[in-house]
């Protein structure tokens, strides 16, 4: 838990695209460190009493850009964080927000938790889905706790993120006793909003088809997809897509994956899954994840891990599109292979906001307390990541570079503005 802090920043995939972005733009090297760099980063402790038990959790609050709106980002709860993947993951969200044009900014909670210590501190066995619900859930209870100010005066508006859901959420609704200051609270909780849940895989899914219809003049129905994770956005990915007519041949999560170049029947895929805990195991050819990201098919959407395509990987893929729906799941050097290979990456940036923009509906409605439809919000997301694709090719086009580089480009160009314009720099 003590390695929160890693010596030494990484070079990643936004920071490189921030910098060409600037540099085309004519930006001066201040100005594009400051959009780079987080405005505010605290390194925190948390002192917990769980289950009679005093435990501590390292974390890292990034409060990276608030000039186009209050800084928005989940809350990570994960073995693995550090500070640096929380930044990223803040910068992340800074784009995302300005490339769909909505009134955020970017933020971003990770909170380290060593589960294999709590396993055996408190005689537990491995995947206890249960102890690791109260656990998390106690660790949000006494984050709101200590950054209570923050969420009820709408500077930082939290939201779920890996290891948190609805139910860490309202926690937090508990705190501040404001249904505004936090997004992706449970169904009927004040505030709520219909399609919150599935709204980052039903976005992905409507950019995937319009992807496919301007890149291969085809509709969903005539393509093949694989779908490298099975969690929140990945499973409603499949459903929506799957209903929508595409073959949908691969499938996997953390376990492994399952293969049926006849096409998987995703409700059936989905019971199997809420029954075992895995799609392994289901009818079909067992893969591995590995096996799954170089299958033959038409649209590989990696949603899971970050960093799964690096070098090696984006020379073995057979796909003819990729969808990232996951944060980051191709590194820089795995996008100048695929650059060279001229396969179409739609980014992350684009791909995965569905979730934020359909927080921006959640924060805009609990401010008014007016209600409104899962059909409504969808028909939001459709035009948003529309109008989000739109702009951004319109620049891929004219300055001749690749849709990742300009979806970068219209972001920073709209963060640059509204820094300039709030004095910022």
């Known amino acids: 838990m003590n390695r929160v802090l890693p010596a030494e920043e990484p070079i990643t995939r936004s920071v490189a695209y ?6 085309r733009l004519g930006l001066r090297k201040e100005e594009i ?12 402790r948390l002192s917990c009493k769980i289950l009679g038990k005093a435990v501590t959790f390292s974390g890292v609050l990034c409060l990276h850009n608030n000039a186009r709106g209050p800084y ?6 994960a073995p693995d964080v550090d500070i640096w993947e929380t930044v990223e993951l803040g910068r992340l969200m800074t784009l995302k927000t300005a490339v769909s044009d909505i009134e955020f900014g970017g933020g971003k909670t990770g909170i380290r938790v060593d589960w294999n210590y709590l396993y055996k501190l408190y005689d537990k ?16 209870e006494y984050y709101a706790q200590i950054y209570r100010d923050l969420f009820s005066k709408h500077i930082y508006i939290p939201a779920p993120d890996m290891g948190t859901g609805p139910d860490e959420m309202a926690f937090i609704y508990n705190e501040t006793m404001d249904p505004a200051s936090v997004t992706g609270k449970p169904e009927g909780t004040h505030g709520w909003l219909p399609g919150r849940k599935e709204s980052t895989g039903y976005g992905c899914a409507c950019v995937t088809r319009i992807s496919v219809e301007r890149i291969m003049g085809k509709d969903i129905s005539e393509v093949s997809v694989a779908i490298q994770g099975f969690g929140n956005v990945g499973s409603y990915v499949a459903k929506y897509l799957y209903e929508s007519g595409a073959k949908i041949v691969g499938i996997s999560d953390i376990f492994g994956g ?62 003819k599109l990729i969808v990232e729906a996951a944060n980051v799941p191709i590194t820089l050097e795995g996008m100048e292979i695929l ?28 401010l008014s307390a007016l209600k409104t439809r899962r059909e409504e919000v969808f028909k939001v997301l459709e035009e948003k990541l529309g109008q989000a694709l739109d702009d951004s090719w319109d620049i891929a086009d004219s ?3 690749d849709l990742c580089q300009a979806a970068v480009d219209l972001a920073v160009k709209r963060v640059y503005q509204a820094m300039k314009n709030r004095r910022y720099i």
């Open 18 to 23: 921030i910098k060409e972005s600037g540099r």
């Open 72 to 77: 928005k980002g989940g809350i990570r709860i």
């Open 125 to 140: 066995k491995p995947q206890d889905r249960e102890f690791e619900k109260i656990v998390s859930l106690d660790i949000v």
């Open 258 to 319: 399952v293969y049926d170049e006849h096409g998987l029947d995703i409700e059936k895929l989905t019971e199997y899954s809420k029954r075992f805990g895995t799609v392994v195991g289901y009818e079909g050819k067992s893969i591995s994840n590995a096996e799954l990201l170089c299958l033959p098919v038409d649209v590989l959407i990696p949603a899971a891990a970050g960093n799964v395509i690096g070098v090696e990987e984006a020379k073995k893929l057979q796909t």
């Open 399 to 401: 300055e001749k570079i």
């Open 33 to 44: 460190d400051a959009i780079i760099h987080p405005q505010e980063t605290r390194i925190f």
């Open 339 to 366: 650059n060279e290979r001229e396969i179409p990456v739609i980014p992350d940036i684009i791909a995965n906001s569905g979730g934020v923009i359909a927080s921006m509906e959640e924060y805009s409605h609990s």
